[in-house]
């Protein structure tokens, strides 16, 4: 298993009860594909620097989980078709250390 690094991006115009609600469905998609969330830190609403679409702020959430590589794509996938989630990225961190046989 490796550590990945997601950064989601929920759209503004849901209210906070709805973006705990769909916080808690991204979590659900992940621990789905057989990962594991290490860390949560829920970043607020953010200005961007550039439109995207027709909005100009988003609300930021980033995810520190743990899963094998295939399943990646797949977590990015499922949080992409969801509907208030304007974009999802995810990162591998670090290199893992060569296990010597």
Do not use: C, W
């Not at 969330?37 to 743990?66: C, M, P, S, T, W």
């Not at 078709?81 to 999802?88: D, K």
């Amino acid at each position: 298993m490796t550590t990945y690094e997601l950064m989601v991006i929920i759209n503004p115009q849901v209210s906070d009860t709805e973006a705990t609600e769909i916080v808690e469905k991204a979590k659900k998609i992940i621990t789905n594909e057989k990962a594991e969330v290490l860390n949560e830190d829920r970043l607020g609403r953010k200005k961007f620097a550039h439109q995207l679409g027709r909005h100009r702020d988003g609300f930021y959430l980033y995810l520190k989980i743990k899963a094998a590589p295939e399943t990646v794509k797949n977590i990015a996938h499922n949080l992409k078709l969801q509907e208030s989630i304007l974009r999802a990225m995810v990162l591998k961190t670090g290199v893992e250390p060569v296990k010597k046989a």
